[in-house]
């Protein structure tokens, strides 16, 4: 546990959190700036950061959670869709450094929208040439 981590704090009963789900693992509560209500939030209740990081079973335990949460919210709130978000670090807009996955119900009239320009390569070999570097990494 982190003391300076919020999420460490929702863990351990110091801040309070509306929970939807919990196992000796993971905590899924829900999110108190939601972008659509019913927003939630789950996280491995072991401070983890970056997801790089997390050993991959904790990580299948934190996405099975989410699969669950995410059927509630299509089951409960009769949603029509549903996003799962995770962001590692600052430039991908991460804002608590605690590994969670948002899960957000989405209805057709909910009027959200992602900013989401697409940026095309300027053409295959600029493709080849990322994906021949990440496959380099991998």
Avoid at 52 to 64: E, M, S, Y
Wanted: glycine share 6%.
């Amino acid at each position: 546990m982190s003391t300076d981590c919020i999420f460490c704090r929702i863990v351990a009963g110091a801040l309070p959190c509306v929970r939807l789900f919990e196992d000796e693992a993971v905590l899924a509560f829900m999110d108190v700036a939601p972008v659509i209500k019913g927003h939630a939030l789950v996280i491995p209740k072991a401070h983890a950061d970056p997801i790089t990081d997390v050993p991959p079973d904790l990580l299948a335990r934190v996405i099975q959670a989410a699969q669950r949460v995410a059927a509630a919210q299509l089951r409960g709130l009769g949603a029509d869709g549903v996003n799962l978000h995770h962001a590692t670090g600052a430039a991908a807009g991460q804002v608590v450094p605690h590994v969670h996955i948002h899960v957000i119900p989405r209805f057709a009239d909910d009027g959200h929208r992602w900013n989401w320009a697409a940026k095309p390569y300027a053409d295959e070999a600029e493709m080849q040439a990322a994906a021949a570097r990440i496959r380099g990494a991998l």
